[in-house]
């Protein structure tokens, strides 16, 4: 007897490798197939229309078509529906009634992924779109030269300067109203010790008690301040911290791009260097949730045999469930010295969907006079899709809802685990405030 179908199940999503190595993944007719299919399926539930800008783009593409159904939208629209998807995965994760095991099999960033891959291999748009997209998500390259001493502090006035940013926004299409990062003189691998291996750690629950810091292309070269807050909390609860030894972006940026042989590069640079700090007993953590997630869940998906990309896996946390798991233990200090009031905090959304549930809450709520607001909604700035002149506008309408939890909330702090959905709240709301990331809180509430 057949099993009936079922929707809206407690069953854990079935996420499936992404079968990028079978010829049909980068056939375009397969995929504008598969594409209607899933869109489809998408415009007969809308459950996920207020997630981001590529369900209301599809639903005003059937809405205003003659037949009002996905059959009677212009294939060549469909990419419209792609452009907008930052692959945050909150749609497969937290609405989608439809993913494995249903029979329906729908994976919506997955196959939005497919199609990025398909329209980068094919060089869709314009030559100047392609080269600022290049630029965008070449971090390591990018924060090389805009790190040089002098060079930053050039880069960083001459971003604030409006003709500009204007001339930018003509000829490289960032968009001119947009928040853009400070690049520091000083990254953060210049300015943490690297450990031996051979560093005692004290076990607890399923953590070794010392762990190797990816420290992420944003955080060494735009603000290592928060590397420091990392480290100074870290070594106050006894837990030595070293870096991986080399590293390069985790491939997040590219994965969104579609550059799939770029992601392959930076994850055979990678993965053996993690990997070799996990055979000498060190756990992982990244101060980016994209990039914890990148290896939690992304190459994962796109390595499953590969046994270093499993090992890497398993030993990869996101900073505050390390802390939380040690907690459990017994062996987290709660010797705060001073309360924060009332925080205001943003739950990204690559760190919601690593399904650990509210860590960063649990652990700054252990702190005195301190109460916590959090706030479940995307930021919609995604790295680049809030500085690109086409879905700026849009980022901003995301953000929205954001800004005005926060402004409602009349908060002392506000921030979020992901620093540039952090500024980009900022940004928008525009009263002279800064963001504080959840560490540096940690971090003063200990009093270091």
Request: net charge positive; aromatic share 8%.
């Amino acid at each position: 007897m057949a099993v009936p179908s079922r929707e809206g199940n407690l069953e854990a999503p079935t996420r499936h490798p992404l079968d990028w190595r079978n010829p049909d993944f980068h056939n375009e007719a397969s995929l504008y197939q598969e594409m209607e299919r899933v869109f489809d399926i998408c415009h007969g539930c809308r459950r996920c229309v207020s997630l981001c800008q590529s369900f209301p783009t599809l639903f005003d593409l059937v809405d205003g078509c003659e037949s009002m159904e996905v059959n009677g939208v212009t294939k060549a629209d469909y990419w419209k529906v792609v452009d907008h998807c930052f692959l945050c995965d909150l749609c497969y994760m937290t609405k989608c009634p439809y993913v494995p095991p249903h029979p329906w099999n729908l994976d919506f960033p997955h196959l939005m992924l497919r199609a990025k891959v398909v329209k980068f291999k094919k060089g869709e748009g314009t030559t100047k779109r392609k080269l600022r997209d290049r630029v965008l998500t070449s971090t390591d390259a990018v924060g090389r030269l805009a790190g040089i001493p002098v060079v930053a502090q050039v880069v960083n006035a001459v971003n604030k300067l409006g003709p500009v940013r204007r001339a930018m926004e003509a000829v490289a299409e960032i968009d001119a109203e947009a928040w853009l990062p400070e690049f520091s003189s000083k990254p953060l691998r210049s300015r943490l010790r690297r450990l031996p291996g051979n560093t005692p750690g004290e076990a607890a629950g399923r953590t070794k008690g010392k762990v190797a810091l990816f420290a992420t292309c944003y955080m060494n070269r735009n603000e290592p301040g928060i590397g420091e807050d990392f480290a100074a909390v870290y070594a106050h609860n006894g837990i030595p911290v070293t870096l991986v030894e080399k590293e390069r972006c985790c491939g997040m940026p590219k994965l969104e791009l579609g550059d799939l042989d770029a992601v392959i590069k930076a994850k055979e640079l990678n993965i053996p260097q993690l990997a070799k700090r996990v055979d000498a007993g060190w756990d992982l953590t990244a101060l980016i949730p994209s990039c914890v997630l990148m290896f939690k869940q992304e190459l994962p998906l796109l390595f499953p045999d590969d046994p270093d990309v499993k090992k890497v896996q398993a030993a990869f946390y996101d900073p505050f469930e390390y802390l939380m798991l040690r907690h459990k233990e017994g062996r987290l200090k709660t010797d705060f010295k001073q309360g924060l009031g009332k925080v205001a905090y943003h739950a990204a959304c690559h760190q919601r969907v690593q399904n650990i549930g509210q860590k960063t809450r649990e652990i700054l709520t252990l702190i005195p006079a301190t109460e916590v607001e959090i706030i479940e909604r995307c930021s919609g700035h995604d790295g680049t899709y809030a500085v690109k002149k086409e879905s700026h506008a849009a980022a901003m309408k995301i953000v929205k809802p954001v800004v005005g939890r926060v402004s409602q909330a009349k908060a002392d702090h506000y921030g979020s685990d992901c620093a540039m959905a952090g500024h980009h709240i900022g940004h928008a709301l525009d009263d002279g405030s800064s963001p504080e990331h959840p560490m540096t809180l940690l971090r003063r509430a200990y009093g270091l």
